[in-house]
């Protein structure tokens, strides 16, 4: 089996959090708190990856009460969602506390496009339920709060052969609060390449756009390497020591590809 490369963000839900709602849900601070949770960002190696969003919901430290939020039911293009394209597709009302965990659910109509052919992404069994995100946070009265869902396509969609692919859901939970950003560009435009940032043994990678730019979010602060892999005849490039800073997004400039 083998993974297919690249990591999306797609921009899930916004969650305005309110005393007023009538599910159930353990609460440790009384009053309301302001919820977002958002992806974004791009893919690499295919030419469409839809999800067949169903539903979310959160759940208390217990993790016995369950929030549904309000959904816009749909199946999305996850590669839609790049350089900051953001959408909002479900809303709910939750009290303020501590949540432990956030559940994605799925319906069976995820499909993966791979050189131009729609191939179904079966998902695997203990997914078909609910893809559990745990998250343990504190949201506080009157505070408002961004999580990004960080869904890598590398990991999460599998090519088993035969033209039979799996989805195994992988995804990083980042607060938007703690992290950075890298941008760049490379050159010549319209080369087809995928972007690794490497810091502390935890690898992100994402897609050049057709104008051959690229953007790295939800980055740790640190230190990383950065490595353009083009399409051959092109070579790849390692660039080291890009500094991620919070809040701020780092432009390493235009990379030649050179063969």
Known sequence: MRNILGTAFFILIILWVSSCSNAKFVSIFPGTSHLSIRMTDSTANIGAFMIDLQGVAVADSDSLHEVMLNVNNGIYNVLNFSGGIDTMIASGDIKSGLVTRIKLI?????????????YPLVLIANAQSGINLNIHQVFQPSESYTIFLDFDVNQSVIAQGNGLYQLNPVIRIVDATVTGSIKGKISPIGTRATVFAAYNGVTYSTAVNVNGDFLLTSLPPGAYDVTIIPALPLQP???????????????????????
């Open 237 to 259: 490039v390692t660039l080291t020591g890009k500094f991620v800073t919070v809040g701020v997004t780092t432009n390493i400039g235009t990379i030649v590809l050179k063969i």
């Open 106 to 118: 799925l319906g069976s109509n995820n499909t993966v496009t791979v050189d131009s052919v729609v």
